[in-house]
């Protein structure tokens, strides 16, 4: 099933699969028969649309932050940010099928899939709202780059997607909710705060499923942490942190505040 969505090249066409799907595995969990896990091989890339146009960050057009054009803008690098949020979450699921985990594993990463493909839904539509879509303008290309860089590593997966790269979206989404609030665009403001709710519980199923392969592997999550961010992530963790929403999703200071600084050399 999640091969299947990574297959689907269309984003409405790729999320309206992950709900049945996802709905399907909630089915069979709440009789008694859950779903075999069984093995995939999953794409390298997951199948995406002809459009947008996927390009080098340095040469997708920035447009005025205070403009309409630039509030379009940036709902399309979002919209592209919760579709690509979609296949992560179906990748994870499939990928790492050797490493024996608990069906609460699989529940929560379909939980955040299915919740993804809502978010994209919404965004789109307020795309569409603006008389855009997603599609009518380039995106980044390179955002399935931390995917590829862990795709033998489930802890490093863990430590750069959820707990770094979803943990981002919670320190920037409240500028952005004030933004459009500012526009007056009710649609969007109400879309991004079913987006900012939701994407507490994605960072805290990471934090939750990284600490129990600590406690496996009985190894010190912090310090664990802290490497794996240094060999997958590239760059520095940037403040302002969203502390508090951090903290609900159980990311403590000690985790993220040290990775804003290169690595002292000892
Ligand atoms: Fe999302
Ligand atoms: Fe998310």
New binding site residues.
Partial sequence: MAVEVLGTADGRAKTALSHAHAASWRAARAAGKPLAIGRASPPDHPARPAAPALLDPRDVPRRKAGSRQGRVAMLHAVAH??LN?VDLHWDIIARFTETPMPAGFYDDWVKAAD??SK??NLLCDCLEAHGSSYGAMPAHAGMWQAASDTAQDLMGRLAVVPMVL?AR?LDVTPNMIALFEKAGDRQTVDALNV?YA??VS?VAYGSKWFHFLCGRHELDPRVVFHDLVRRYFHGLLKPPFNEEKRAEAGLPPDFYWPLTEEQRAV
């Fill in positions: 940010i919760e949020a919740e993804e978010h994209f979803e979206g987006i939701e994407e994605h």
